[in-house]
């Protein structure tokens, strides 16, 4: 039988990944994933949901098809630090997000 391994201790892990930890820990507390520039020069607060998490149906903005409960997709909202609450969020799926840059306006 061969020895257990001690997990490292908190003083062991070097300081550029407790950074890194630290930084995924609040945008999960603040509630995005990540923040992204768009085409409109605004950044965007991003969060990917799973397919498990999607309970309700949403109009996607790009295709305006529905997104159906049980699909994975992206929310998205602007991120700014005034005057933007829950009803600037919009669902988007993930394809026509990462395509948002070459759409035309409607």
Do not use: F
Not at 5 to 34: C, H, K, Q, W
């Amino acid at each position: 039988m061969s020895p257990r391994r001690r997990p490292p201790r908190r003083s062991d892990v070097p300081d550029d990944e407790t950074d890194g930890a630290n930084a995924r820990m609040a945008s999960r507390v603040l509630g995005y994933d990540r923040i992204e520039p768009g085409p409109d020069g605004r950044d965007w607060a991003v969060r990917g949901i799973p397919g498990q998490a999607a309970q309700k149906v949403y109009r996607c903005p790009g295709c305006e098809q529905e997104i159906r409960a049980g699909v994975p997709h992206i929310v998205a909202w602007p991120k700014e630090d005034h005057g933007i609450g829950v009803q600037d969020r919009r669902h988007w799926h993930t394809p026509c997000w990462n395509a948002r840059s070459r759409r035309r306006a409607r």
